[in-house]
C-alpha cells in the first residue's frame, strides 16, 4: 500500500458520518428497556442532586416526634432522632453516586491507558503490565479495600474513590489490551503508519475512537460495581458517619435492629429501594447502550 492509497482509507468511526452521541441516542431510542433504564438513572441522579437543592434544608432533631408514622408533613416518616426521613433520603444519594463515578472514571482511565500501551506497543512493556494485573487480580479486591480504609482514619470521599478505583482497573485492563491488539492489525492503522503519524496518535486518534462504545458500555459497569462496593463499606462501619449516606441509613439499620420493628421499615427500606433502582437502571441502559454501540447488534 502506497502513501497515495493509505491517505485513501477511512477509518470506520468516519465512515458513515454518525456521531458518537448520534449513535448513542438512536440506539437509546430503539431499545425501550435501555431507554428506560436511562430514564430511571437521570430520575435517580436529578432526586440525588437536585433534590437537595428542593426540598427544605431544615431537617432538625425531634426528640418529641421519634418514629412517626407516614403523613402528610412527613412523607417518609420519620427515623431514630425524629428527622423527616425523606429529607434524609434526599440528602444521602449524591455521595455515594458521585464517588462511585469517580472510581469508575478513575479504574477505566487507568485501564485504558496502560491496555492501550501494552496492545499496541506490546514486547517488554506488555510483559510488565501483564505481571503487574496478575498480581493485582490475585489480591481480593473487597478485602484490599477493607485494609486501605481501616488504616486511613476520616478518608476522604475522594480517597474512598481512589481506594476503590485503584482495585477496578486489573479486570478491564485485559479487554482493551486484546481490542488494541485486534485493532491495530485493520488497514485503517495500517495507513496511519505509513503517514508517519507516531504511536501516541494513532492510538488516542485512530484506534481509541473506534473502542469508544465498549469503553462506555463498561464504564456504566464499573459506576454500578464501585457504588455496591462503597455502600458495602458504609454498611460495615467503615466509613466516616458525618456525611448523610444511604450505605450509613443501611449500616445504622442494621447495627440498631431497626429492621425488626415494622414502624421503622420506611427508613429501613428507602435506601434499599434507592440503591436497587439505580442498579437496574444502570444494568438495563447498559444493554441498551451495547446495543447502540456494538456495530454487530445494531445492525439486527
Known amino acids: 500500500m502506497t502513501a497515495i492509497d493509505a491517505a485513501a482509507v477511512t477509518t470506520p468511526h468516519k465512515q458513515r458520518g454518525e456521531t458518537f452521541f448520534g449513535r448513542l441516542w438512536t440506539g437509546l431510542t430503539r431499545s425501550p428497556a435501555g431507554f428506560a433504564g436511562t430514564l430511571l438513572v437521570l430520575l435517580i441522579v436529578g432526586f440525588s ?3 437537595p437543592l428542593v426540598v427544605s434544608k431544615d431537617n432538625p432533631v425531634d426528640a418529641t416526634n421519634i418514629w412517626a408514622e407516614p403523613s402528610a408533613e412527613h412523607w417518609l416518616g420519620t427515623e431514630y432522632q425524629g428527622k423527616d426521613t425523606f429529607i434524609t433520603l434526599v440528602n444521602s444519594g449524591a455521595e455515594p453516586i458521585w464517588v462511585g463515578t469517580l472510581a469508575a472514571l478513575m ?6 491507558a496502560l491496555g492501550s500501551i501494552a496492545g ?3 514486547g517488554r512493556i506488555d510483559a510488565v503490565l501483564l505481571q503487574l494485573t496478575d498480581v493485582t487480580v490475585t489480591i481480593p479486591q473487597f478485602l484490599l479495600m477493607l485494609a486501605v480504609v481501616a488504616f486511613f482514619e476520616n478518608i476522604p470521599p475522594w480517597g474512598i474513590a481512589i481506594v476503590v478505583g485503584s482495585t477496578m482497573w486489573a479486570f478491564l485492563f485485559r479487554s482493551i489490551r486484546a481490542q488494541v491488539m485486534s485493532l491495530k492489525e485493520r488497514e485503517f492503522v495500517e495507513a496511519a503508519r505509513l503517514q508517519n503519524l507516531g504511536g501516541a496518535r494513532i492510538v488516542f486518534r485512530e484506534i481509541l475512537p473506534n473502542m469508544a462504545g465498549f469503553i462506555f458500555v463498561n464504564f456504566v459497569i464499573s459506576v454500578n460495581q464501585a457504588i455496591y462496593a462503597i455502600v458495602g463499606l458504609f454498611v460495615l462501619g467503615l ?9 450509613l441509613m443501611i449500616h445504622n439499620s442494621w447495627s440498631q435492629n431497626f429492621y425488626l420493628n415494622p414502624v421503622t421499615l420506611p427508613y429501613v427500606i428507602a435506601p434499599l429501594v434507592m440503591i436497587v433502582l439505580f442498579t437496574v437502571g444502570l444494568v438495563t441502559m447498559g444493554r441498551g447502550l451495547d446495543q447502540a454501540l456494538n456495530p454487530r447488534l445494531r445492525e439486527r
Open 49 to 51: 442532586f437536585i433534590g
Open 107 to 112: 479504574a477505566v482511565f487507568v485501564a485504558v
Open 120 to 122: 499496541y506497543y506490546r
Open 239 to 247: 466509613m466516616p458517619s458525618g456525611t448523610p449516606n444511604w450505605g
